[in-house]
């Protein structure tokens, strides 16, 4: 533990008080490491910002568990983000012992309004660097300059020539840095004021990845072709005289040490699309050709390969920070879309080495999300970490930034791979698309009457004990979180079926000039899954055949007409697992999934686990007591054995980790 840590869980005492009661304006005590302290001091923690489920949750597991408890009990700690204690209840203020952390207190030589915005992962290097360059009293500007120095290593007087700022901006973008709004601005004002990059468009390019991104596409065949003219060939000048989209220079030095470093990882992870090149040959057995279309089945199979020699070198261990594993979510999902196009075309020491990478990758995932999955739930949802805090994040975009109408796409069992599939798909159909790609966890087990409706209520599952097995709630839950934020019921809409059905329905809902926000349910993956026996190749073939038919694309056409801002997301993924035997347990389970079963009493699970050594039994961490999941071993399912099959509700990578896209229309 750090010192900072350290101070603040010297603060917690069991025997002191079961219920402590902390304002926590920053967030403090939703960093991952010092979450886990407070559980291993005995303590529970939950932020107070719904009164009613709070006071469920404190009546039923807590104040009823401490009476008669003896030495045997959990502590709960109470955090709220305002600074003023006395808004909460009367009977907690006169029980608990009273806390308050803030920023403030761990930098006092810092400007608070700065450092504040910050991401809570950066606390600690931030921590440690004003130890070891002690910064004196700084004002807002100074603070600004010391954050860029040393957290995010971005030393402005170093910015000078055109590779300086790609380096920079490569850094930040490929690694999806977050840098706060406030650094940007004082960035590119700075460079502004020192007359520098004047005609570049810094304020696209800067705030936003994939504005960067389609900047460095549209140059790239520009740099080719200067490549072959640069050594006496004769190159056709199509691409100078092509209309660019962004503003700024037309040659970009890809070549340079410092971007070219980061020119290989684009293109074998997708970000960046390979080009026709006339005249390619003489490029030949350059570095280059990694961004030049030759063979297409030869382009795949060299990016494959390069792939999976990359993915042992980035694989995040099980005390990594969340945002790691989203990252790496992202370069598994593009190689296991290869792998599975071209599982007939690998050579046997590829195929032995993915089978033993996936091995390692099942067993590092498990050792994290063991460890972590505890603190996930309470995380900020300022970037949404679950899916139940997506509801809470378009809440404050209505409230906050002034959004008049927002929908919520949820394609039921989308996973990350699949996703890859139709976001190429969509951009070559609707060119104008502008897609923010994250990702966020679904709920454990992942089963859809579990997530969906931790999705739609905003809540984690331990506020649904009644309903938790059923799928037919999501439209009472989504419109009563909408109340709760103050919306009229008329506002609210809430259509599920979709997938391959007509528009018209959408359209004669949301082009009521009252809807303000609705949540769309897209079936038609999971209804290709629950139907698939010819694999995970077979559902990539199934759901790219979908996409091509345009039934999305139409459907965000429409609601970009009718003035809506778009959110899709996923409850859950999926995976190709093989039958390891079918449980012969009569009525004892309360749902039977393929990846998951779940009994009502550890009696009766342990009996099926004893059958099922390999089996995993998972804590009731979020979800209701009476709730307790046994998952099939690694990538296999209760099914009949050595039949192969697409399934969800286990704690793979892939059923986990679930795309989470905002999707807007950019105008000509």
């Known amino acids: 533990m750090d010192n900072w840590r350290t101070q603040l869980l010297n603060k917690f005492m069991l ?84 806390l308050s952390f803030n920023l403030g207190q761990l930098f006092p030589n810092l400007s608070y309004s700065v450092i504040s915005d910050l991401d809570i992962s950066y606390i600690d290097l931030l921590y440690k660097t004003q130890k070891e360059h002690p910064p004196g009293v700084l004002g807002d500007n100074a603070t600004k300059n010391f954050i860029l120095r040393y957290i995010f290593r971005i030393v402005i007087e170093f910015i000078r020539k055109p590779s300086d700022l790609l380096q920079v901006l490569l850094r930040r973008h490929y690694k999806n840095i977050k840098v706060p709004a406030v650094l940007d601005e004082y960035f590119v004002e700075s460079l502004r004021n020192q007359g520098l990059f004047l005609d570049w468009p810094l304020e696209q390019i800067v705030y936003n990845k994939e504005l960067f991104f389609k900047f460095l596409q549209e140059r790239w065949p520009i740099f080719l072709n200067q490549l072959i003219a640069d050594q006496g060939f004769m190159a056709y000048n199509a691409f100078q005289s092509t209309i660019l989209e962004f503003k700024g220079p037309s040659y970009l030095p890809f070549g340079h040490d410092d971007v070219r470093i980061y020119m290989d990882s684009l293109f074998l992870d997708g970000i960046l699309k390979p ?190 004990p009644e309903g938790i097995a059923l799928t037919g709630k999501d439209d009472s839950l989504w419109t009563q979180f909408w109340v709760d934020q103050g919306m009229d019921q008329r506002e609210i809409a809430y259509i599920r079926g979709l997938g391959d059905n007509d528009l018209r329905e959408v359209y004669e809902v949301i082009s009521n000039p009252s809807i303000r926000t609705v949540g769309l349910v897209v079936n038609k993956i999971d209804r290709i899954m629950h139907g698939m026996e010819l694999g995970a190749l077979g559902m990539l073939n199934q759901v790219g055949q979908w996409a091509t038919q345009g039934y999305l694309a139409r459907l965000l056409d429409i609601l970009f007409d009718c003035g809506f801002d778009i959110v899709l997301t996923s409850d859950h993924g999926n995976i190709e697992a093989i039958g390891c035997g079918i449980p012969k347990e009569g009525v004892t389970a309360d749902l039977r999934g393929e990846r998951v079963r779940i009994y009502s009493n550890d009696i009766l699970r342990k009996q099926v686990k004893a059958l099922f050594p390999d089996s995993i039994e998972w804590p009731t961490l979020g979800l209701p007591d009476g709730f307790l999941p046994l998952f099939a071993p690694a990538r296999t399912a209760f099914t009949r ?22 999707i807007q229309r950019r105008i000509p």
């Not at 407070?38 to 597991?61: C, H, M, Q, T």
């Open 275 to 464: 080009v026709h090149l006339d005249k390619s040959q003489f490029l030949s057995g350059t570095w280059v050709v990694v961004g030049i279309k030759s063979d297409p089945e030869e382009d795949l199979l060299r990016r494959l390969y390069r792939l999976a020699e990359s993915v042992t070198e980035v694989l995040p261990t099980f005390d990594s920070p969340h945002q790691e594993w989203f990252s790496f979510a992202y370069r598994w999902a593009e190689l296991s879309r290869l792998k599975f196009k071209l599982q007939n075309k690998l050579k046997p020491e590829i195929q032995n080495l993915l089978i033993n990478f996936t091995e390692k990758l099942d067993s590092e995932f498990f050792a994290w999300i063991k460890n972590r999955y505890i603190g996930l739930y309470n995380q900020p949802p300022l970037p949404p970490v679950m899916l139940h805090h997506i509801p809470r994040v378009l809440a404050r975009q209505v409230n906050n930034r002034g959004i008049n109408k927002i929908a919520l796409i949820v394609v039921d069992g989308l996973a990350l791979s699949q996703w890859l599939i139709i976001r190429n798909i969509l951009r070559d159909q609707r060119t104008a698309l502008s897609l923010h790609e994250n990702a966020v966890f679904a709920w454990v087990p992942t089963l859809t009457s579990v997530s969906r409706q931790a999705l739609f209520s905003g809540k984690i599952p331990f506020y649904f």
């Open 641 to 662: 054995k050595g039949v192969k099959t697409v399934a969800h509700g286990g704690i793979s990578l892939e059923e986990v980790i679930v795309p989470l896209i905002h």
């Open 15 to 98: 025997h002191v008080s079961p219920l402590i009661i902390v304002a926590d304006p920053d967030n403090l005590l939703l960093e991952e490491q010092l979450l886990h302290g407070i559980n291993a001091k005995g303590f529970d923690l939950v932020s107070f910002d719904d009164p009613i489920a709070f006071r469920y949750l404190y009546e039923s597991k807590y104040r009823s568990q401490w009476e008669g408890a003896g030495e045997h009990y959990r502590g709960l700690i109470i955090r709220t983000e305002s600074y003023e204690l006395n808004l909460l209840p009367y009977d907690l203020l006169q029980t608990g012992q009273q």
